[in-house]
């Protein structure tokens, strides 16, 4: 499930500290966004999603915010751990539609 | 386990054979999708079947020939591709009201890992 050959642009932070993922959206009528993870070997997983109508929302660790204004999302995860490297994916759709489009992701590497 | 599974994992095929992948999920959702992650692009999506019908036939080669049996069970039947269709092919699925917004997201199962000679 890896994105082997991407050139995806890469964070690197620290263990323990937090981590920034931003993410710029293309279609300013989507109304629901999500945020997915995609570890080495493994299809992408569920983080977080938000509405339109919200401009943060809180998880365990995460937060997700979002600035309809600039038509931008950001992922926020607290206390960044190992388990937390991983591709990180944006994706925005219509609440009323079926078509999800994806962000080309970003590589989060969490160092020791 | 995301209760959607794909098999095989991994597929090798020559650009003259026939194959298939599979799909199944297990969450009693009414509509599937096919994606494709390649080397070069984000996930693009490739169909999207809801209550077994297509809905959504995202400009695919017809070498890419999908099937949806029932809600549960999706294929994509593959023939004489091309080194380039060499890719991730995802299988999702989601649960989709009728009428009115949705209500989540999609579940992706962990992929066909697909190369062609």
């Known amino acids: 499930g890896e994105s082997v050959g991407l050139h995806l642009p890469t964070l690197s932070v620290q263990e323990g500290d937090n981590s920034i993922i931003n993410c710029a959206y293309s279609?300013?009528?989507?109304?629901?966004f999500i945020w997915y993870k995609q570890e080495s070997g493994k299809g992408p997983q569920f983080i977080i999603d938000i509405r339109s109508n919200m401009d943060k929302r809180q998880g365990q660790r995460v937060t997700v915010l979002l600035n309809k204004t600039v038509k931008h999302l950001s992922l926020q995860i607290a206390a960044t751990q190992p388990g937390d490297s991983a591709v990180y994916f944006c994706?925005?759709?219509?609440?009323?539609?079926?078509?999800?489009?994806f962000g080309p992701g970003t590589r989060l590497s969490v160092l020791p | 386990e995301t209760g959607v599974t794909q098999t095989p994992r991994h597929l090798v095929m020559g650009m003259t054979n026939k194959k298939s992948l599979k799909c199944e999920q297990h969450l009693g959702h009414n509509a599937m999708y096919w994606y494709k992650q390649s080397a070069k692009k984000p996930l693009e999506l490739m169909f999207v079947y809801n209550f077994k019908e297509q809905t959504e036939n995202n400009s695919v080669p017809s070498r890419f020939s999908p099937e949806c049996p029932n809600s549960s069970h999706l294929f994509l039947h593959l023939h004489t591709l091309q080194p380039e269709d060499s890719a991730l092919y995802l299988c999702?699925?989601?649960?989709?009201?009728?009428?009115?917004?949705?209500?989540?997201?999609?579940?992706f199962g962990e992929g066909s890992r697909l190369t062609v000679l």
């Open positions: 999702a699925s989601s649960h989709e009201p009728r009428t009115g917004q949705r209500t989540g997201e999609l579940f």
């Open positions: 994706a925005e759709a219509s609440l009323y539609g079926q078509n999800f489009v």
């Open positions: 279609n300013s009528a989507s109304d629901y």
